[in-house]
């Protein structure tokens, strides 16, 4: 009972804090753009730890201990393809983002294919947002339940509520400098696990001796499978809102680069830390549920090791419901409220509307991830649908002419449909929901290309680097 005290109180000291953070920066969220914003230009570093944070919540940490518990090191590669998928982001993508001048996916593919589009990429993508919230929730549930002792159901419900109140109340500017604070708490968690679960194995020997030779393959889940993950990891990077939001806050192009570079660094090395716990636990509980892998580990540690890992695993939870809520808030006030509701801009129901709608898509996920099981399957599901965007935003940059803006516009109902149906229809012959995801808009648009009429159809016009005017 004193060690469940002492977690709590570590716990209650941290969320302690991130209500401060929160109530501070809320002070400079007067406007719906600095709410949206945050407001000032951040350092690279600080913007490469909250993208990176925002991809590693409970769903990751949990989600690969688990995939390793089951298949080995290799599920190392679920979150590893979000580190390869930044390396890339810097590469073809960080410089053209932030001299677009948009803060919104939708609105970075409406500049270029029309506003049918923005209207589709929005609902795409706040799916794929609150989708990713229910399986963090679901995940995030389940660990605090074990640790604490308490209902699942409860746990949910309390994470959903806390990491929603500070994110309605400071915004952007609070989700940076929280994500950072996650971030850091998150990556000292992690090595404490990594420290524990190799001590008590008894050393890396005595693991490879206990284990057979294929939990230690980097394929052992199939190469098909890594395949699939890096499709959807990079469409995840390429094309998620909150990413876009966040690169828009960083001084120059080149310090955008640099975030995504300091993001992909971050991912790579929790990948594998995370997986390498899983591969402990094999050993050390063989025969419980896959899901537990990781929690199993905390209740046993001292409760001041195990107060700095919960704390970190509510860090991560909160970090990315924070990047969930205020990436769909944003794209529900810029490309539905604003536009429809409030034409003439009134400031003051601007920024109403923005708080209501990142604490309403906070809390709209908790009542399915009350049902929610296989939270890395509906992670994954999450990554596909934005890879669809993905393969858009490249054609977008790279071959401007490329398609019509009805074979976008089609390409984007087509891919949700076709990509949630054969998620559904359980990846029929053995192939995963990102294939369907990519293949789909590439063959839609070269289809428009094909059969595109003169004056029929409006080609898709060269995309300016210059700042749109909204």
Partial sequence: MQSAWLVLLIVGGYIAILAAISFLSGRSARTSSSFASGGKVFPAVVIGFLMGSEFIGTTASV??????????????WNVVSLGVGFILFSLLLARKYRKLGEITISGALASH?????????????ICALLIVSVSVYASGGAVLASLLDIDKSFAIALVGVLATAYVSVGGMRSVVYTNLLHAIVMLVGIVVLVVVATTRVGGLGELTAKLPPG?????????????????????????T???????TTVGDSVKAQRAGFYSSLFL??????????????????????????????????????????VAGLAGAMFGTIAALSIGASTLLFKDFYQPYFNPKADERRNLVFIRVAAGVTGLLPIVLALYASDVLAVTFLAKALRATLAVLVLLMFYAPRYGTRNGALWTIMIALVATIGW???????????????????????????????RGADAPAEATSTEPVAR
């Fill in 113 to 125: 294919f029309g506003n049918r589009v923005r209207v589709a990429t929005s609902l795409v993508m």
């Fill in 63 to 76: 989600g690969t201990a688990q995939a390793a518990y089951e298949s080995g090191i290799s599920a190392a």
């Fill in 423 to 453: 998620f559904l229809a359980g990846s029929p012959f053995g192939i995963d929901e990102a294939y369907v995801a990519v293949t789909v808009p590439i063959v839609v648009m070269t289809l428009s290309q094909l059969f595109r009429r």
């Fill in 268 to 309: 790579i090395c929790y990948g594998f830390l995370a997986a390498f716990i899983g591969v402990c636990t094999a050993v050390l509980f063989p025969h419980i549920d896959s899901i537990q892998a990781l929690p199993s580990l905390i209740v046993d540690l001292d409760p001041l090791l195990a107060g700095v890992v």
């Fill in 215 to 239: 939990m230690f393959s980097l394929d052992g889940v199939g190469l098909s499978q890594i395949f699939a993950w890096m499709l959807a990891g990079v469409g995840a990077t390429f094309a």
């Fill in 241 to 247: 809102q909150y990413i876009v939001q966040a690169i």
